[in-house]
């Protein structure tokens, strides 16, 4: 004990003890406390799980680790709606006579902690983040079906319509930016660029169907974000782009600064 090291004065013990008694104890880790600031709070919406027919998984994992590298805190939300149907990834087909559900299949990006997307409140957060992945375009909306005649799933659109009325950061990457060109009339927001270019850009037709939805689309490329500052919705082309993985990741952090530092985060 420090009592016992005390009273053998002139020991290394004895003056280790002496500072230790001399410092108030977890007055160090009491100053840290009081230094640290909340972080901010962010909801991520997912669709599902798996790029074809949910989120795409590399795109979530992205997202949150560049939310943890921001100190933020995270809460994930679902629709609990059925998906569109269901896709064999290995073969890229649909699989018949098989149904699964949106909030189900999110739960397992979400390590299980996922909510019910009715349940997300806008005051609870500072700003909410869509992945993209096909579910958004078949689950969150009808845009893989009917293109710029599309429906957007009720949640989805009361989600889009309060943090955009509140002024709090709107995120979105790869197909999830058609989402806002529908719902919030002008928003500039990017899919990457406007032509194939010989296959490196294979969605590039996107573009498009965000100015016919009633967007504004801007060119990026896939390590870029581009902010709509006067709508707070910031956008990144992510798997829209076929390149490599790392040069996704980067643009998906580039998007994911952007919503912190319009939050002050």
Request: one cysteine or more; a positive charge; hydrophobic letters at 40%.
């Amino acid at each position: 004990s420090l009592l016992l090291l005390l009273r053998q004065p002139g020991t290394r013990g004895a003056m280790l003890a002496a500072r230790l008694l001399r410092a108030p104890l977890g007055a160090a880790s009491l100053h840290s406390s009081a230094r640290r600031l909340r972080g901010a709070r962010v909801a991520v919406v997912l669709s599902g799980c798996g790029v074809y027919d949910g989120t795409e998984i590399h795109e979530a994992s992205a997202i949150l680790v560049h939310l943890s590298r921001g100190g933020a805190e995270v809460q994930m939300y679902a629709p609990d709606i059925p998906q569109m149907h269901v896709i064999d990834h290995s073969k890229g087909q649909p699989t018949e006579a098989e149904s699964r559900n949106v909030l189900v299949e999110s739960a397992r990006i979400a390590r299980g902690k996922i909510t019910d997307l009715a349940k997300l409140s806008t005051k609870d957060h500072d700003a909410v983040i869509f992945p993209g992945g096909f579910g958004a375009a078949k689950n969150l909306s009808t845009f893989a079906v009917d293109g710029k005649d599309c429906k957007v799933n009720a949640e989805v659109e009361r989600v889009l319509k309060e943090f955009h009325k509140a002024g709090k950061p709107i995120g979105l990457c790869c197909i999830s930016p058609v989402l806002a060109a529908k719902v919030l009339s002008g928003a500039e927001v990017t899919v990457g660029h406007e032509e194939e270019e010989g296959g490196k850009w294979p969605y590039a037709g996107t573009a498009g169907a965000i100015k016919a939805l009633g967007g504004k689309h801007c060119v990026k490329e896939v390590t870029e974000a581009h902010i709509d500052v006067n709508n707070k919705v910031i956008t990144t082309p992510a798997f829209m782009c076929e390149t490599e993985l790392h040069h996704i990741f980067d643009g998906i952090g580039t998007m994911v600064k952007g919503v912190l530092k319009l939050i002050g985060k």
